[in-house]
């Protein structure tokens, strides 16, 4: 049996190390206004994320390593116990990714699942992972047994519980979010009680954790659906980005095409007139796959181009030139299902002390992406942001989530941004962000919750119609609302 970790209730300690979350964790984040340096959040009990601008004071933080049994809900029943009689909130994270303390309860106890148990069902065509277990250790089991997660993000280092609990969704089609592939899990409420869950068992629990935010119940195990390993060949089309949604959903409709995505040129002067759409289809030939690979030499030499990029429009030319032109001649070939998702988040690090990368995505209809492409271009190239990419997938109708961000079928648009860590780079995303929501809401979208804070209350309610009964079934389920972080306290909590 593992161990229930109190001595990692130190921060930046333990796996914050052997994940290298150090920078995240780290109590002592510079923030520079302007060129002159100001003073930096700081102290032993400091967590925050990998924005590395959500510095939280918390009580305590813990590892927790159990397996799924009686001892890791003993855990968690005892934990929540304690948080409840002294007041304080209570939420559980994985990795971290998210940007705006959405896995950190402020001056509560923070717990980190770290435990990576999978445990394959093939005749069901399913496996159950422990809450905690990151997307590299399911592949890493479902790899050499010829299976592969179904919906998982595009990168590689994040929980499977979190996954749900954000519901995100990956670049393989023709799927919805990650949460309508769980066919069921275990949870432990705000009151201790384990509950399992399903689309058909406790469905409004179920339906409320999904894209939940760890909110409604700790999950403490999942039966996943996994599809067969696959050899892929992809193909290139490049077009015109008002032509992109309708070859997107001939692409989608295509039972042949199994992964796509899309992406648009981010040059200044022609910011999102031009895209490309990427479609990968099952090569003829599906015997002896080769074991999921890391990050090719594309996928590293990409990542240096997309770091020079910064600041440099001809840079920006020519990478655009070398995805669209070059990389379909050169090395961009066959590859498994498993090793085009076995990629990890640091293959596009930043190294520069003096930046963060923080991300945004919006979700809007097909029929309203060209509106969608209007609003970006006023809005994004007139800001003080550093722009670095967008990703185009396909989310199809989510019809389980209470807090659904694709109630219909939606092009979802992940961007990129390198931002300076100082206060007035801050101040003018958070102006971005809100002039974005705002487009996208008035074309029927929605934005992404697990991203940086600075959406309005009011913005929030307009995206997510179902974001009212959340927070009052949210507030019987849990009365004393053990289970908070800065999602609840800053939107949920006051709706
Ligand atoms: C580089 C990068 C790429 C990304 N790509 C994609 C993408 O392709 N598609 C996409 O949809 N999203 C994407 N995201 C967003 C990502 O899915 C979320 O940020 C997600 O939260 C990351 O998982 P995590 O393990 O870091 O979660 P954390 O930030 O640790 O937690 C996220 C949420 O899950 C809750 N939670 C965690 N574990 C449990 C549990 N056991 N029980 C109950 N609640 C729990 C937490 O309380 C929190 O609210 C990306 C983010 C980054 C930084």
Redesign the pocket.
Known sequence: MKTFSRRAALLGTGAAAGWGLSRWLGPDLPVYDGTARVAAPSGDNMLN??SGLSATPVHKHLIVREDAGEALVAAVRRELDEARAAGRPF?????????GG??IPRDGTAVT?DNGAVEIDSASGTYRAH??ARWSQVIAALDPAGWSPKVM???HD??V???Y??N???WPVPFGPMGSTVRSLRMVLPDGDLVTCSPSENTSLFNMAMGG??LI???VDLDVEMVKNTRLSPSFEVMEAGKFAGAFRRAIEDPEVTMAYGRLNVERETFFRNALLVTYRETADQAELSAAAGSGWMSHAASRLYRAQLGNETLKSFRWWNETRLAPVLGSGEATRNSLINEP?VT?DDRNPDRTDI?HEYFVGFEAFDGFLEACREVIPASYQEFLNVTLRYVAQDDQSTLAFATGPRIAA?MSFSQELTQRAEADMARMTRELIDRVVALGGAYYL?YRPHATLEQLAAAYAGAGSFAQAKRELDPQLVLR?N?WDSYLGRL
Do not use: C, E, K
């Open positions: 994320d990998a939420n559980v994270g994985a990795a971290r990714h998210s940007m959405q896995a699942f809450a905690g993000q595009s990168n994040f929980g519980a979190a996954t609990s954000v995100a969704h990956g935010y760890g119940g700790v999950i988040v596009l991300l992940v697990p972080n999602l």
